[in-house]
C-alpha cells in the first residue's frame, strides 16, 4: 500500500508508483485479497513484572505500563481524553505533579498504543537515578487516584478540547495526514474524516472516562527501569500490590 499527500495528482502517482512497483516485479496478477485487520483474538496479559535494567547513563528512565485498549475498541476514545488529562501535555497531571510542583522529571508523560488484538497504556519518566523511587511513587498515586475517584467534569472537558486541537494542528503537517491515510487503511480498512474524529471525541462523556480509568489505570502495572546500577538499588522499585479495587 502506498499513502500520498500534499499537491499531487492523483492519476499521476498512480502511473508512476504501478511502474515501480511492475518494474521491481512486485505486482503479480493473483488477484488475492489484502488481508483483514485482525481482531477479537485471545491476548496473553501479564502483570506485576520488573526489569531493572543496568547502563552508564546520567538519568534513569521508567515505564510504568498496562494493558489498554485494541485498536478496534470503541472505548479508545475515552481513553485518549484520559490519556490526554493524565499525561498528555504540560498541563497535565503527571507533568504538573512530578516536573511543574517537583522539579523531578526532566520528561513525564502518559501515552497510549493500539495494536489489533491488544494494547498498552504507559508512563514514561526521564529523571536522576537518585529520584526513581521518589517519581515512581507520585505516578502510582496518581494513577490509582484517577483509577479510584475518576477525574472531574472540568478536567475532563478540558482535556477533550485539547485533544480536538492537537489533532486538528497534527493534521496541518503533510507527513503527518500521509502516515493517517495509510494508518487507517491498514488498520480500520476505512477514512474517517477529521469532522467524524472531532465529533467521536466529543461525544466522550465523563462516566465513558470514569470507566475506562477504572478498568484500565486499576490493573496492575509492570515496571522497567534502565539507569545506573544503583538505580536497581534504590527502595521503590518493585509494583506496589494490586489496588484494593481490583
Known sequence: ?????????????????????????????????PIAPRGGLRTLRTAGRVELIGR?????????????????????????????????GMSSR?????????????????????????????????????????VLKICRDELDRVAEHGLPDDEIERAIGQLQGSTVLGLEDTGALMNRIGKSE??????????????????????DVRSVARDVLGRRPSLSVIGPSRTSRRPGCTTPSPDPHR
Open 1 to 33: 500500500m502506498v499513502a500520498c499527500a500534499g499537491n499531487i495528482d492523483h492519476n499521476k502517482v498512480v502511473r508512476q508508483v504501478r511502474a515501480a512497483f511492475e518494474k521491481a516485479g512486485a505486482l503479480g496478477n493473483s488477484g488475492a485479497e
Open 56 to 88: 552508564r547513563t546520567e538519568q534513569a528512565h521508567i515505564v510504568l505500563g498496562m494493558p489498554g485498549l485494541a485498536r478496534t475498541d470503541e472505548r479508545r476514545w475515552a481513553l485518549g481524553v484520559l490519556n490526554t488529562a493524565l499525561g498528555g
Open 94 to 134: 503527571l507533568f504538573q505533579e512530578v516536573r511543574e510542583k517537583r522539579g523531578l522529571a526532566y520528561s513525564v508523560y502518559s501515552y497510549t498504543s493500539g495494536f489489533a488484538d491488544c494494547g498498552l497504556f504507559g508512563v514514561y519518566a526521564g529523571c536522576r537515578p537518585t529520584q526513581v523511587h521518589d
Open 186 to 207: 491498514l488498520c480500520w480498512g476505512e477514512q474517517m474524516s477529521v469532522d467524524d474524529m472531532l465529533a467521536r471525541i466529543a461525544s466522550v462523556t465523563p462516566d
